[in-house]
T-cell receptor, first 109, second 114 residues
Framework: AQRVTQPEKLLSVFKGAPVELKCNYS??????LFWYVQYSRQRLQLLLR??SRESIKGFTADLNKGETSFHLKKPFAQEEDSAMYYC???????????FGQGTTLQVKP | ETGVTQSPTHLIKTRGQQVTLRCSSQ?????VSWYQQALGQGPQFIFQ???????GRGNFPPRFSGLQFPNYSSELNVNALELDDSALYLC?????????????FGQGTRLTVV
């Protein structure tokens, strides 16, 4: 069964500290993975996708097929990074995104 | 460019009633997906519409149904409401290409069933 697991409900760090939000997936095909972010009182929006290998707002994520992981990282957290982060897997033949339960990132001053 | 808009923003219904939620897709997007997000959970896929046809469905009973119109706007209908249907309902529009292009989400409709 396809599944996305985000083991941490809450991650709390101090400003300037490194951040790693964990995501593990279960999928029998070639995965397409995404990170979505929801800032307070805003709608869910795409942060980055693994196929573009980009860095957005200082965040990067590398797909590790051996460990079936797609962890989100940032070397120095900023207070404005505080938000809910969702890892999602795209199941191509049905057009659906499978979301993890989400991790709240809290960056303290 | 117009974003995804959903209406209403909040709704309270009684168990057993029926509800219709509406979504206007982003300009130029011909694919609309609906998700249910229960409190403390990630969004769960209900179904997707592409060019007015259902194009994929999640594990939701038939009392969850939808429509897509020629202008690509969409409706989600839920019959015989149950207390567990209380959730945030999200609509997302996209323009399919190779794999999934970016899905743009609406702000959601908060449904409370009492």
């Amino acid at each position: 069964a396809q599944r996305v697991t985000q083991p941490e409900k809450l991650l709390s760090v101090f400003k300037g500290a490194p951040v790693e939000l964990k995501c593990n997936y279960s999928y029998s095909g070639s995965p397409e993975l995404f990170w979505y972010v929801q800032y307070s009182r805003q709608r869910l929006q795409l942060l980055l996708r693994h196929i573009s290998r980009e860095s957005i707002k200082g965040f990067t994520a590398d797909l590790n097929k051996g460990e079936t992981s797609f962890h989100l990282k940032k070397p120095f957290a900023q207070e404005e990074d505080s938000a809910m982060y969702y890892c999602a897997l795209f199941k191509g033949n049905t057009g659906k995104l499978i979301f993890g339960q989400g991790t709240t990132l809290q960056v303290k001053p | 460019e117009t974003g995804v808009t959903q209406s209403p923003t909040h709704l309270i219904k009684t168990r057993g009633q029926q509800v219709t939620l509406r979504c206007s897709s982003q300009s130029g997007h011909n694919t609309v997906s609906w998700y249910q997000q229960a409190l403390g959970q990630g969004p769960q896929f209900i179904f997707q519409y592409y060019r007015e046809e259902e194009n994929g469905r999640g594990n939701f009973p038939p009392r969850f149904s939808g429509l897509q119109f020629p202008n690509y706007s969409s409706e989600l209908n839920v019959n015989a409401l149950e207390l567990d249907d209380s959730a945030l309902y999200l609509c997302a529009s996209s323009l399919p290409g190779q794999g999934l292009t970016e899905a743009f989400f609406g702000q959601g409709t908060r449904l409370t069933v009492v």
